[in-house]
Each structure stands twice: as structure tokens, then as C-alpha cells.
């Protein structure tokens, strides 16, 4: 049992276990989590050869130093990640939306996701972590998931339940691309904001802090002015909804949030656009454009008809 | 009941039940909420109850807020769909090493500690929802003397286990975590257990709630 496994020489920033994430929690404190860039999490699945569910390792900036001890298992990593395969003394660099062979011995070393934030590795087969309400993925707030609930650390193993035995090589052609548009719905308390306000928010550019993780990103540019009430009754929040409280500085709850919230919601982050907002680093400009309903629905099966195409691609 | 119902985002439905935080209020959120997740209705993945409002989350793969929202409109909210709570004793120790801003409560409320705590521990509380993290309930509601604001300057950690006072309500800190309400004391009970997955909160809406002052000796020899 368990004879291939990952020796993990070097964690990386913020390595964790993730899949779709968990349903129906909300109501008792525990988001849905889940691989932050949805995209790049399936297509990394698709690469591997797997089910378009299965677990996999998510990585933020520096990824993990892994050597790989087991029997021939085929990997794959998406994003825009600078990693090495070290196989015997030679060092070649890797490529992604590009399946590889690892045999006994060989190092991955992932070494940056360059100037974007989250990167996925996929092992072709089974990775052996916890499941708890159906879900692997790690959530480091309340210590549920995979790895008890925690970040990967250095010196311990990753352990693989079951490879496939098919070593077949899958490709795609695909970069990634950055935006500094995000499109927004305007929020339930988008009123509570002077006129000056909602047109810095509309008009003006903000940066993204260094503060910013898989529960929220924080972004700094000029005061949005409140004219109603800097808080509200805590109410439930979802991903996406970009909170402002009294220092005027935008917060965009990412995948991990906290599930409820006492500051006025000012907008909410389209469904479509949430993978290119997930990957903008500290220092990114960022840019909020306003679409009503019917063209948030419309993007989204844009989005998930290409996420299809994508897919498809790869044989 | 509901006052009305916008869209949060493109995936969520927003319900409205009024301005008002009180029980009757929250008692039509939680009716709305178990007779929402009764139904499975198709794409529905979370849903938020809260003081007075109520938010349904969907997959936008298969479904939409138009269609969503003349579904919950319609859904019979049954008269005879009552409450199941439950009455919950929770045994808290208010030694000093746990009682961290008793001083402050009595400074800001200008009463007695014994009177601070009198209060607090003959009082029968009602858990309008839990959530911000795991497992944690926001119970309600504190008599008017009894109300205090945040800290000015929140707790980079406040211990697991803290109870801890805000405006009318008691909350209860099921793990470390940042925090800016008064704590009056600490609970050595598990309020969220995550090994559970059937129940693994001790505490839900709807539940009454009283808390029961034990000694510093009865706390560390506490056992489930």
C-alpha cells in the first residue's frame, strides 16, 4: 500500500489540496473553498488523464520541491508556472498543458507561477487525502480538508492511492491570458456610497494589496466615500462581493471567506471573470466595469462553453 | 414574507425580510431556509440565513435567478413546518485568565462584575445564525444594560472557546481567530466539531441557549 509518494523538500508559500469544493455549509460557517482558478483546475485534471473532479495540489507564487518515489506515473501543471523536472543530474525545463513522465527519483521543483498567483499540479491517478463532506479541499481557517486541514509543510509525504496505468501524453494549446477589467453587478448597498464614491469605484484604478489570500482580496486606491452607514446587520456573503468598510478600501471576498459580513456590499464580481481575478498579484492594476444581469449570464456560458472547448481538446 | 428579493451577483438570490433584527423576523429566515433545503431544488449550493435576510446561492450551469426566483416565491412555506430546536446548556468559566474584559464591562456598563455575570448567566438566549467561521453562534438578545460596542482596537487572537459580547448578542469563538467582541468568559465545551459530519455544530438557529458558570476546577476537569 501507499509505495508512490511525493517526499515534499520544500512546501512552497501556500500548498494545499483541492477539488471542487464542499456544497450546502454556508449556513454552519464553512464556504465552499475549492481550486481558486476553476479553469486551470479542470484542465490540469484533463491533462492527467482523470476524472475532471479528482484532487489536486494548488500552489500560490513559489510552488513545492517534490522527488517522486514510485512506479512511472504521468503529471500535469497549468497556470503560468516556471518549474524544472530534475531527472537523474539533468535539469529540464518544464512545460505546461503538457503531460510528463516521472519515474523514481525524478524532482519537480516548482519554482514560480511568475506573474500570476495560483498554479495546479495533477497526478495521473488517485492522491490519497482526507474527503469531509465530499470535498478534499483544504480550508487552513477551520483546519477542514486534506492534510488535516492545513498547508502543505516540508519533510512530509504525499501519498498516491492509485496511478494510472496509462502513460499516454496529453497536450494543449493554451495561454494564459491577464486582464485588469473586472466586470461587476452592482451591490445591495450600492446607494450607501456618495455620487463621488461610485464613480471612483466605476472609474478610477485600484492596486491589489499584499494582503490578499485564498479568503479575500484587499485592494487599496482612492477612499470610496459611505453617506448611509459604514456597517451593516451581519448578513451572509457569497464569493465575489466586494465589501467597502470605513476606510474606503475595496475587499473582494475570494474562495475561502469568512461566510458573514457586516460591511456594505458595494458589488459583486461576475461569475465569468472570477479565474482572471483570482490570478492578479500584489501591485496588479485593477479596473471595475459595470454589466447588469443578463450580460453576467451571458459571459458565463461563454466562459463555460470555452471551458467545454478546452476540454474537449485535449484526447 | 419576504420583502423582496434582488439578485446578489449573478449566482445568488438576495431575500429580504426587513429592516428589523429581532426574533420574529429571524424566525420567518429560518422557516424560509429549512423549507428551502427540504425541497432540493435543482442548482441550489448554499444558502446564507442571517438576522433578516437569506441568500441563495445556485450553480449558474443549471439554473438562473429569473426561474430561481419565481420558484421561492411560490414554495410553500408550510404553517405546520416547525422549528426543531433544541435547548442547549453551555458551561462557561469566568476565572480572570478567561474573563478578559470583565473591567471594561463594568467600566462601560457601570455595574457590579457579580451583576455583570448575574445577568448574563439567568438570561435564556435564542441563536439567530451562525456562521463568519465555523460553527460560530450569534445568540441574542442582551438586555439594554447590558450592551456594549466592539473593542475600539479588535484581538489579533482571541482564544478558542471565548464568549464574548457585542450590542445586544453573545457569540461564541469555536477557534482562534481575530475578534473585537468583550469576553466575558470561556467554554471548555466543543461548540464545532468537524470530525462530525452529520451534526457538527452544537449551536443552530432557532436553538435556546443558556449559559452555566462553572469553577476554574470544574473547567480543567471538564469532560464531555
Known amino acids: ?315 | 414574507m419576504i420583502k423582496n428579493i434582488s439578485n446578489l451577483g449573478d449566482a445568488a438570490l438576495y431575500c429580504d425580510f426587513g429592516q428589523e433584527v429581532n426574533k420574529e423576523t429571524n424566525t420567518k429566515v429560518i422557516r424560509y431556509f429549512k423549507s428551502i433545503q427540504k425541497k432540493n431544488i435543482i442548482g441550489v449550493n448554499n444558502l446564507t440565513p442571517s438576522y433578516n435576510k437569506l441568500i441563495v446561492s445556485f450553480d449558474l450551469k443549471k439554473n438562473n435567478f429569473k426561474s430561481l426566483k419565481k420558484e421561492i416565491e411560490n414554495l410553500d412555506i408550510l404553517n405546520s413546518e416547525t422549528l426543531s430546536s433544541e435547548k442547549i446548556v453551555i458551561p462557561v468559566c469566568c476565572d480572570e485568565d478567561f474573563s478578559l474584559d470583565i473591567k471594561r464591562l463594568e467600566e462601560k456598563l457601570k455595574i457590579d462584575r457579580e451583576i455583570v455575570y448575574e445577568k448574563f448567566f439567568t438570561k435564556d438566549f435564542f441563536c439567530y445564525m451562525t456562521g463568519f467561521i465555523a460553527g460560530m453562534p450569534f445568540l441574542g438578545d442582551l438586555d439594554k444594560a447590558m450592551r456594549v460596542k466592539r473593542l475600539e482596537t479588535p484581538r489579533v487572537k482571541v482564544p478558542k472557546g471565548s464568549v464574548g459580547l457585542t450590542e445586544q448578542f453573545a457569540n461564541i469563538y469555536t477557534f482562534e481567530s481575530p475578534g473585537g467582541w468583550n469576553i466575558i468568559g470561556n467554554t471548555p465545551k466543543d461548540i464545532f466539531d468537524s470530525s462530525k459530519e452529520i451534526k457538527p455544530n452544537l449551536i443552530n438557529p432557532g436553538d435556546i441557549i443558556t449559559f452555566k458558570r462553572i469553577s476554574k476546577d470544574q473547567y480543567q476537569n471538564y469532560n464531555e
Open chain 1, 1 to 315: 500500500m501507499n509505495k508512490n509518494y511525493f517526499e515534499v523538500i520544500r512546501a512552497g508559500i501556500n500548498t494545499t489540496f483541492q477539488d471542487l469544493g464542499r456544497k450546502n455549509l454556508n449556513h454552519i460557517g464553512i464556504p465552499f473553498s475549492g481550486a481558486m482558478d476553476n479553469r486551470n483546475y479542470l484542465i490540469a485534471n484533463k491533462l492527467a488523464g482523470n476524472e475532471l473532479n479528482f484532487p489536486v495540489i494548488e500552489f500560490a507564487y513559489q510552488g513545492p520541491l517534490l522527488k517522486y518515489c514510485g512506479n512511472k506515473i504521468n503529471i500535469a501543471i497549468t497556470g503560468d508556472v516556471n518549474f524544472i523536472l530534475k531527472k537523474n543530474k539533468d535539469k529540464i525545463n518544464g512545460n505546461c498543458y503538457q503531460s510528463l513522465t516521472l519515474e523514481d527519483g525524478d524532482e519537480i521543483d516548482i519554482i514560480s507561477t511568475n506573474k500570476s498567483v495560483y498554479g495546479y499540479l495533477a497526478i495521473s491517478g488517485k492522491l490519497d487525502v482526507k474527503f469531509q463532506w465530499l470535498s478534499c479541499s483544504t480550508n487552513t481557517k477551520a483546519n477542514i480538508g486534506a492534510n488535516n486541514g492545513r498547508k502543505l509543510e516540508s519533510n512530509q509525504k504525499i501519498y498516491i492511492s492509485k496511478i494510472n496505468e496509462n502513460l499516454n501524453n496529453k497536450k494543449l494549446n493554451y495561454i494564459n491570458t491577464k486582464i485588469e477589467n473586472i466586470r461587476v453587478i452592482k451591490g445591495t448597498n450600492f446607494d450607501y456610497f456618495s455620487k463621488e464614491g461610485k464613480d471612483i469605484f466605476f472609474k478610477k484604478e485600484f492596486i491589489v494589496s499584499k494582503l490578499s489570500d485564498r479568503m479575500g482580496m484587499r485592494l487599496e486606491g482612492t477612499k470610496i466615500d459611505n453617506i448611509v452607514n459604514t456597517n451593516i446587520k451581519s448578513e451572509g456573503l457569497i464569493k465575489g462581493v466586494i465589501q467597502v468598510p470605513a476606510d474606503g478600501n475595496p475587499i473582494i471576498m475570494l474562495s475561502d471567506h469568512g461566510t458573514i459580513g457586516g460591511y456594505p456590499k458595494i458589488g459583486t464580481v461576475i461569475s465569468a471573470d472570477y479565474d482572471k481575478l483570482v490570478q492578479l498579484t500584489p501591485g496588479s492594476k485593477i479596473k471595475f466595469k459595470e454589466v447588469d444581469l443578463a450580460s453576467a449570464e451571458t459571459l458565463f456560458k461563454l466562459y463555460d462553453l470555452e471551458n467545454q472547448n478546452l476540454i474537449s481538446q485535449i484526447l
